[in-house]
């Protein structure tokens, strides 16, 4: 995320191979993967089964457009997906990656709202969150340094705040946060005219701007009752953390949270393909109508990035890795407290499942982050790498500030004994920039 330059004199090891949770580079050196790339390798790198229902599904047919066509592997994805997905009666819209799939479900959101003769254009979003690199995607998120060098903005959407105990903005006893933080929402929605909001869009767990926050166990279902009330829409962007990164299918299961929208990328075809997912309920599709969402993208019901998801699901169901996902996520995250958590700069180790954070801070008393001056977090990475680690930088306190989070998430096939060694490398790398 960010910063990135284009292809040519990249001062970076050349990857030449994958397996399981290890990449080898040119020089054959193996480095850990500790995030799964931007935590997107799910079932691990190397699985030669997904290459070849690529290639035979390329050799068949690759590419028709899907405004003339549908495809078997197109419609077994839909169903199979219809069969996980947290969504009722859900309809699935494939597109090529988390920002373009954000784009989907906003223009969703607007056309269902018009198909019922109401003029909701708002979609709030909260404080710190990132759902993609796109203008409307960036809009409804909230990081400053994404946004700034391309304002002024599209400017329709709104912000409130994120629950975390660690850092919550509550007078409530953060744990009981949840219901007065969508208190919060409802006084912006009622602030802004609720006929004029048409989505409220979050991560049900923040994924990496906010470095692994979960939400208190009351916020989703105080959310989702406000939301229904003023008929907001919710979408959940599971872009991080659906497909079994949080140690269930999607990490919305763990609030008993039904969104209306969902977006879903990353792990779906878990990197060998760049697939994203904007998925409607039956109820919100039946509204809109098939004719009536003037939208599409050329590689839109992709065939080969369908018969890539299907095999990634296969693979994650037969080697049950939804499950090794919150059993390895449990093992990570004690091994982590286990050597981290009396470090003096080390302020919180959270997460669910295998997405995992470690928030670096001056004082742990204060919680203070580090000035921004010091580059924590990217010394701690590039000390990490040099010993053969990993890990992702998260850039955002769940109160809106900076601050430096160090975030993991492996491949879902991690094991027992590479947990170990991600928490030591992770522990020595801390040490090294933090003595
Ligand atoms: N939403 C979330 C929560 C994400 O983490 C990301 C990617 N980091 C996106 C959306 C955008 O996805 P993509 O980079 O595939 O466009």
């Known amino acids: 995320m960010g910063g990135h330059v284009f292809a040519r004199g990249r001062d970076l090891p050349v990857a ?8 080898v580079d040119a020089d054959g050196r193996t480095y850990l993967d500790g995030s799964g790339g931007a935590i997107v390798v799910g079932i691990g790198h190397g699985v030669a089964e997904i290459g070849a229902a690529i290639a035979a599904q390329s050799a068949d047919l690759a590419y028709a457009h899907g405004s003339a066509f549908t495809g078997t592997a197109l419609e077994e994805y839909a169903d199979r997906l219809a069969g996980i997905l947290p969504v009722p009666d859900a309809r699935v819209y494939p597109v090529s990656g988390g920002s373009e799939a954000v784009e989907t479900a906003l223009k969703m959101a607007r056309a269902y709202h018009l198909a019922r003769g109401e003029d909701r254009h708002i979609v709030i979003g909260r404080s710190g969150s990132y759902h993609g690199n796109t203008r409307g995607a960036l809009d409804v998120g909230s990081r400053d340094g994404l946004r700034a060098p391309y304002l002024p903005w599209l400017g329709q959407a709104a912000h409130t705040g994120t629950p975390y105990e660690y850092r919550c903005a509550s007078p409530v006893h ?10 919060q929402l409802e006084s912006l929605i009622e602030q802004l005219g609720p006929q004029r909001v048409a989505a409220f ?27 229904a009330r003023h008929g907001v829409l919710v979408v959940a962007d599971e872009v991080m953390t659906g497909f079994g990164r949080t140690g269930t299918w999607f990490a919305s299961e763990h609030f008993g949270l ?29 509204t809109i109508g098939e004719a009536s969402l003037t939208h599409g993208f050329t590689y839109s019901h992709h065939h080969v990035g369908a018969a890539a998801g299907l095999a990634v699901l296969d693979y994650l169901t037969e080697h049950e890795l939804v499950t090794a996902s919150a059993v390895r996520g449990d093992q990570l995250g004690a091994a982590l ?13 959270r997460g669910l499942g295998l997405l995992r954070a470690v928030e ?37 306190c769940a109160d809106g500030t900076d601050g430096d989070l160090l975030v993991l998430g492996p491949p879902l096939v991690i094991t027992s004994e590479q947990v170990e060694r991600l928490a030591d490398l992770v522990a020595t790398a801390v040490g090294e920039v933090l003595p």
């Open 16 to 23: 030449v191979r994958g397996q399981g949770c290890e990449i």
């Open 174 to 183: 953060p744990q009981a946060c949840g219901q007065w933080h969508a208190t």
């Open 337 to 349: 407290q286990a050597r981290l958590g009396e470090h003096p700069h080390v302020g919180d180790i």
């Open 201 to 227: 869009i979050a991560e049900p767990v923040s994924g990496a701007a906010l470095g692994a926050c979960v939400p208190p166990q009351d916020y989703w279902p105080a959310v989702q009752e406000v939301c």
């Open 258 to 286: 039904v969104p209306d929208l969902l977006v879903a990328a990353k792990g779906a075809a878990s990197g060998y393909w760049p697939l994203g997912l904007a998925v409607a309920s039956g109820a919100v599709h039946d």
């Open 360 to 396: 670096l801070v001056v004082n742990r008393d204060t919680r203070t982050p580090f000035p921004r001056s010091e580059r924590v977090t990217e010394r701690v990475l590039a000390a990490g790498k040099a010993a053969g680690v990993l890990i992702y930088p998260g850039t955002g």
